[in-house]
């Protein structure tokens, strides 16, 4: 079984609430994505998304995933799509870095695996755990009133974990975190979340002002030994997600102890091969993770809660339902939230079957077909 062609399409999410805010004054009103399509020479085809923040979230844009699957496509031609270790060594000699431009690629070869093999992807990646999982609501960074108000309208659609963006203001973040801890219920789970928005004495007069409030703090600083030192100085439980790039901040964020708990997003580890290799490593050194991506629709939902779904439960803190923030579905079969829980299709692969209407013609085209030859950006 060989790779045959890669495709790839481009998709505007424009975002059900107008637009999502966070730190810095950063914002995204639609997202750009990208969907990947594999196929084989036996006729099975698979698919993957790609959907960085905007350009300035990780070292990630939207063009460069797909100007990246341009150049990376030639190399896997010919390749075995289910032999996914060994393509991933292929991905990382031909291309250096880029994890992000891989993750798509390596997304639809897992959905080749499981359609070849009749499992669900969360089977092959370790087994299915409970009925399902919890989620997250992420909160858009607004005035505290505003913020608090979601929280307690998302609150009535099930959600019990949520995610503030902070990271301005430290005045106004202090408000919107003891805003937002009062509309809170026993059980619920707050994080501010300030996505490297803070200098180092903003963050401390943050967390030393919130004290008293049950709250969890995630990557207050830019720089790993920034948020170290925060870490350092409070007792809030300390989420790292940013400075968590690869095997090599794991093992440093271990061995310092510098999280509570780490946040694995698949495309930021570079697909779900690397991404199950973190959150395999995580759960033997006994660390709890957030499992997600940094966006994406309703096939990056599926891959998600694949992953999601064969975590351990002690050690899966939340995950994320992004197709219901979008309102566009690229995809029939993804799964959606109940109740502030998601669970992982049992169909083979990943469970979606893509809406070509939606995904219009591939931009990116590379491989053998009997239509296409030889390789395109358009
Ligand atoms: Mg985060």
Redesign the pocket.
Known sequence: MKIQQISAYQVDLPLLEGSYKWSGGKSVDIFDSTIVQVDTDNGVTGFGEVCPLGPFYLPAYAKGCRAGIAELAPHLIGESPIQLERLNRKMDAALKGHPYVKSGIDMACWDILGKVTGQPVCFLLGGRYEDDFVLYRAISQELPEAMAARVAAYREEGYRRF?LKVGGNPDTDIERIRAVSEKLRPGDKL?A?A?TGWLMHEAVRVVRAVQQVDVYI??PCLAYSECLAIRNRTSHPF?L??SIDGIEALLRAKADLAADIV?IKISKFGGLTKARQARDLCVSMGLAM?IEDSWGGDITTAAIAHLAHSTPPEFLFSSTDFNSYVTVSTAEGAPHRDQGRMAASVAPGLGIRPRMDVLGKPVVQVGHSRKVRGAALV
């Open positions: 995610q994080v979340d996505n995630e990557q989420v997600d940013e946040n957030t």
